[in-house]
């Protein structure tokens, strides 16, 4: 990976600090497996950052180190530490981090399905001790970045649409009066036209609310038009990151990750010479 110490943290301004950095991070699941081998990576203050990769590469496990939900799964980081604001979180539990400012919104949203939309946007601030008036100020100033969520206020959330239940859990997240969020996959199962809208929508919460994000997405020609940085994933390893412009402008990235072919590539058979290709692992 690249020198971080003459640049600005990725995604953020020239005068940002790293708001998450992660150092040589490594996640052994059951004791035995694996997953995450020294991955190094940063957000910086108000920016967008993605995690691009395969399945399998260790996206959705990279958030989850961070939210410490890794231990859910009978997951542990074993190396490595996390820094949240300057202060290690990767001992604490996700109901310590959510207080702290960052809080992970899952793949597959997960919403309550026998709960109203309104419902469950309330149970985002079951952290927040400020009243019933704050967080009824916070419930309207959701509903001004999620219009359809007000229509749909009082319909049960197992009964919406998906792109619907993908913005009630952000509302949701917004509700923790965040610093951070954490967004796993959020293009997943969802229609080109409501992806737009929902990646619209998070940079329009980055730039008014000041809120950074980190996002693990599959979609990576979504992805690196909202981000403003990027790392790549392959098999628990960062093999490349850099400005999201850079990564979108480079061969390898076009050919395995945009599907877009070199001029040389005469047909999809070439994939066979993939590890041989690839600058990264060769």
């Given at each position: 990976m690249t020198d971080t110490l003459a640049r600005p943290a990725p995604g953020a301004t020239a005068d940002a600090k790293p708001i998450l950095a992660l150092k040589n991070v490594e996640v052994i699941y059951d004791h035995v497996i694996l997953v995450l081998k020294g991955v190094s990576l940063e957000v910086g203050e108000g920016g967008i950052v993605t995690i691009l990769g395969a399945n399998g590469a260790g996206k959705s496990t990279t958030l989850k180190a961070i939210s410490n939900l890794v231990r859910s799964e009978r997951g542990e980081v074993t190396k490595g530490s996390i820094e949240f604001r300057g202060e290690r979180v990767d001992g604490m539990t996700p109901n310590d981090l959510v207080r702290r400012g960052c809080i992970q919104v899952m793949e597959g949203r997960h919403c309550f399905g026998h709960l109203t939309i309104?419902?469950?946007?309330?149970?985002?601030?079951?952290?927040?001790?400020?009243?019933?008036?704050?967080?009824?100020?916070?419930?309207?100033?959701?509903?001004?970045?999620?219009p359809r969520l007000k229509e749909r206020r009082a319909s049960l959330a197992g009964y919406t649409s998906g792109g619907e239940q993908q913005m009630t859990a952000i509302g949701r997240a917004l509700m923790s009066r965040p610093s951070m969020i954490l967004l796993d996959e959020p293009s997943m199962g969802l229609a080109p036209q409501i992806v737009e809208q929902i990646f619209e929508i998070v940079r329009d919460i980055n730039t008014k609310e000041g809120v950074s994000f980190l996002l693990a997405e599959q979609n990576t020609n979504v992805a690196l038009r909202y981000a403003g940085y990027g790392y790549i994933l392959e098999n628990g390893r960062v093999v490349m990151d850099g400005e999201s412009k850079s990564l979108r402008e480079n061969e390898d990235v076009k050919e395995f990750y945009l599907g877009i072919g070199g001029a040389d590539r005469k047909s999809f058979r070439d994939v066979k010479s993939y590890k041989r290709r690839k600058r990264w692992l060769a």
């Amino acid at each position: 990976m690249t020198d971080t110490l003459a640049r600005p943290a990725p995604g953020a301004t020239a005068d940002a600090k790293p708001i998450l950095a992660l150092k040589n991070v490594e996640v052994i699941y059951d004791h035995v497996i694996l997953v995450l081998k020294g991955v190094s990576l940063e957000v910086g203050e108000g920016g967008i950052v993605t995690i691009l990769g395969a399945n399998g590469a260790g996206k959705s496990t990279t958030l989850k180190a961070i939210s410490n939900l890794v231990r859910s799964e009978r997951g542990e980081v074993t190396k490595g530490s996390i820094e949240f604001r300057g202060e290690r979180v990767d001992g604490m539990t996700p109901n310590d981090l959510v207080r702290r400012g960052c809080i992970q919104v899952m793949e597959g949203r997960h919403c309550f399905g026998h709960l109203t939309i309104e419902e469950n946007l309330l149970t985002g601030a079951f952290t927040r001790g400020d009243g019933r008036a704050a967080v009824a100020s916070d419930l309207e100033r959701v509903y001004t970045y999620f219009p359809r969520l007000k229509e749909r206020r009082a319909s049960l959330a197992g009964y919406t649409s998906g792109g619907e239940q993908q913005m009630t859990a952000i509302g949701r997240a917004l509700m923790s009066r965040p610093s951070m969020i954490l967004l796993d996959e959020p293009s997943m199962g969802l229609a080109p036209q409501i992806v737009e809208q929902i990646f619209e929508i998070v940079r329009d919460i980055n730039t008014k609310e000041g809120v950074s994000f980190l996002l693990a997405e599959q979609n990576t020609n979504v992805a690196l038009r909202y981000a403003g940085y990027g790392y790549i994933l392959e098999n628990g390893r960062v093999v490349m990151d850099g400005e999201s412009k850079s990564l979108r402008e480079n061969e390898d990235v076009k050919e395995f990750y945009l599907g877009i072919g070199g001029a040389d590539r005469k047909s999809f058979r070439d994939v066979k010479s993939y590890k041989r290709r690839k600058r990264w692992l060769a």
